[in-house]
Structure formats: structure tokens, C-alpha cells
């Protein structure tokens, strides 16, 4: 349950899917609908706000993250949040790999 999500109250209310949006280049707008709506259909956004705040997190403080590795390197979502720096649709990886 989100309540128990350890992580300020602005990331806890914060419209995740309008965040990403803002952010996604018009061009991919489909593949991060796509993948969106397999987050939602799994009840995952809260995982994405808490994501949102530990990669905000880990950038604030100077604290440095690997560049990705095993299926999540293949969610456009999680590289538009930050949380690895491999452009899936540049290598033409299926997300689906991830959520399986």
C-alpha cells in the first residue's frame, strides 16, 4: 500500500503518467502509452513514483547508479524516469521482456 511507500509527500500525489508524458518525446508517445498501461494494469504506479524519487534522490546527493541491467533496460518508462541510461526504442528492445 502506497502509505507505507517511504518517501515525501510530493512524490506520494505526484500524476506519474503526466509527468512522463510531459517528458517523452511526441515521436515515442505510443510505446510509452503502451507500456504505461501495462504498469497501470499491474498496479505499478506507485513503484514508478517512488523511482521518480530515489533516482531524484540518488542525483541530489551525488550518489552514481549503474547504466542498467537484465530486462529492466528494455522499459522506455524506466529509462525516461532515469533509473538506467539505455534508450530501448534506440535498440529497438521489447519491453514486454521486463514485465513478464
Known amino acids: 500500500m502506497q502509505a507505507d511507500w517511504q518517501m515525501p509527500n510530493e512524490y ?8 512522463l508524458v510531459s517528458i517523452c518525446p511526441k515521436e ?3 510505446r510509452l502509452v503502451d507500456e ?8 505499478m504506479f506507485d513503484l514508478l513514483r517512488w523511482l521518480k524519487y ?15 541491467r537484465g530486462s529492466s ?17 534506440k535498440y529497438n528492445l521489447d519491453w514486454q521482456e521486463f514485465l513478464r
Not at 504505461?36 to 498496479?43: C, I, M, P, T
Not at 522499459?75 to 526504442?89: K, T
Open 54 to 68: 530515489f533516482v531524484d534522490t540518488c542525483e541530489k546527493d551525488g550518489v552514481v547508479w549503474g547504466v542498467g
Open 36 to 43: 504505461l498501461e501495462a504498469f497501470k494494469s499491474r498496479n
Open 28 to 30: 515515442n508517445y505510443q
Open 73 to 89: 533496460v528494455a522499459s522506455y518508462v524506466l529509462f525516461l524516469l532515469g533509473v538506467h541510461s539505455v534508450d530501448s526504442i
Open 12 to 19: 506520494k500525489t505526484m500524476d506519474i503518467e503526466n509527468f
